[in-house]
């Protein structure tokens, strides 16, 4: 029987923390829409997994510092998998599609950040891989960047995976789908 997954893109503390880089936009919103995801994929016995992305010293997601650990509200349970990455795309270079494949994972449910790179990028090559993918519309955030504001840079990114095949939906929805096993 094929089933959906829950991704969690690199909701890391590095994002949160102010040390290394600003705190990523709406950070409470974030985590409360990751966390009420995580919950219901649990309670429908859906795989949940968290992908944390590396990077090099003094980066923000520096891989073995406090700031590239998953953000404290999001911890794996037991037999929940962390897939570490080092590209934009939680695809390339990783074990996410044997994973995937290995569970008979045919779709999937994605949140976390970064709207315009991670996410989007994590979208699209699933869906170049065949899993229909569901985004929560509501459950990514990103920085603001030449001068457009996170909220609209977010929108932006909704619109180009509509469009690129991702289907969008608020959280409360995705959530209801994942808890009906």
Not at 105 to 110: E, M, N, P, Q, T
Not at 145 to 166: K, V
Request: charged share 20%.
């Amino acid at each position: 029987m094929q089933t959906t997954a829950l991704l969690v893109i690199d909701i890391q503390r590095g994002a949160f923390d102010g040390v290394r880089c600003p705190p990523i936009d709406a950070a409470e919103r974030l985590v409360g829409n990751a966390s009420t995801l995580i919950a219901a994929a649990r309670a429908g016995g859906r795989p949940v997994v968290f992908v944390q992305h590396c990077e090099g010293a003094g980066e923000p997601f520096e891989e073995g510092s406090v700031h590239g650990q998953l953000h404290a509200q999001l911890v794996p349970a037991p037999g929940e998998r962390v897939v570490k990455k080092y590209a934009s795309s939680s695809f390339e270079r990783t074990e996410l599609d044997a994973l995937l494949k290995a569970g008979n994972i045919a779709s999937l449910v994605v949140c976390g950040l970064q709207s315009e790179f991670c996410v989007s990028n994590t979208t699209r090559a699933a869906l170049q891989r065949g899993y229909a993918v569901q985004v929560a519309e509501d459950g990514h955030s990103t920085w603001p960047s030449n001068g457009r504001s996170a909220a609209e840079i977010a929108a932006d990114a909704n619109a180009q995976l509509a469009q690129a095949g991702a289907r969008l939906a608020s959280t409360e929805s995705l959530a209801d789908a994942l808890r009906s096993a």
